[in-house]
Nanobody, 126 residues
Framework: VQLVESGGGLVQAGASLRLSCVGSGRAFSSYGMAWFRQTPGKEREFVAGINWDGSHTDYLDSVKGRFTISRDNAEKTMDLQMNNLKTEDAAGYYC????????????????????WGQGTQVTVSS
């Protein structure tokens, strides 16, 4: 699976952005997917995850109620709608794919993911 993110940019606090991740490969719908973010000097952080069919999602506590993850297996896409952005949300955002034995499980540990995109930068000004 190859993953390509888009949608990052510079916005003011309180604004919205929608990140997209496009996947390739016939097995896209088999993978659990997630968004991680990373700032310089910090470890990559789980932001949101979704299982193979979208029936299960999970979020970082600080983004609950503001971010929404979704996927469209027919289009091989996964999106992250980010509303009411805060300066602390600024980071490089990466999509990742995980093939897990439990199809409903959402992995939160980055190194366990099999595939990663190149990232898209989100900058939030105050």
């Amino acid at each position: 699976v190859q993953l390509v993110e888009s949608g990052g940019g510079l916005v003011q606090a309180g604004a919205s952005l929608r990140l997209s991740c496009v996947g390739s490969g016939r097995a896209f719908s088999s993978y659990g997917m997630a968004w991680f973010r990373q700032t310089p000097g910090k470890e990559r952080e789980f932001v949101a995850g979704i299982n193979w069919d979208g029936s299960h999602t999970d979020y970082l506590d600080s983004v609950k109620g503001r971010f929404t993850i979704s996927r469209d297996n027919a289009e091989k896409t996964m999106d992250l709608q980010m509303n009411n952005l805060k300066t602390e949300d600024a980071a490089g955002y990466y999509c990742a794919a995980d093939l897990h034995d439990d199809a409903d499980y959402i992995e939160k540990t980055g190194y366990k993911y099999d595939y990663w995109g190149q990232g898209t930068q989100v900058t939030v000004s105050s």
